[in-house]
């Protein structure tokens, strides 16, 4: 697992082409925006969070992401226990995030 900047982060997911965006939030901060192209597995369901995760491809680059960057490091120590070598932690979460947002 790697702790990157914002804009780390955002320059290696634009230069990545087996990048996957993960949020780990809950569904009601989703709805308060969110990054692009991104997927929702909210870390909070415990093992059905482990379930979802072991079902995404371990070859992709996951790039992981929550509010704070507390819950994504979590999810990133998870994922590397679950054979995922590319997991890449936001630092700051989305509460910093300053690119573009969906919502």
């Known amino acids: 697992m ?3 900047s914002q804009e780390e982060w955002e ?5 990545d082409g087996n990048a ?5 939030r809950t569904p ?3 709805e308060e925006g969110y990054i692009p192209n991104a997927t929702n597995i909210d ?6 969070f482990i379930d979802e995760i ?10 992981v992401y929550c509010r704070s960057g ?3 490091g979590q999810a990133c120590a998870i994922m590397n226990s679950l054979g995922f070598e590319k997991a890449y932690n936001l630092e ?11 919502e």
């Open 11 to 15: 320059e290696q997911l634009e230069n």
């Open 43 to 48: 870390i909070h369901l415990g093992q059905g």
């Open 54 to 63: 072991e079902k995404l491809d371990k070859s992709k680059s996951y790039y």
């Open 70 to 72: 507390a819950r994504s």
């Open 2 to 4: 790697a702790d990157l």
């Open 92 to 102: 700051g979460g989305f509460m910093n995030w300053e690119g573009e947002v969906a």
């Open 28 to 30: 009601e901060e989703v």
């Open 20 to 24: 996957f965006i993960l949020d780990v």
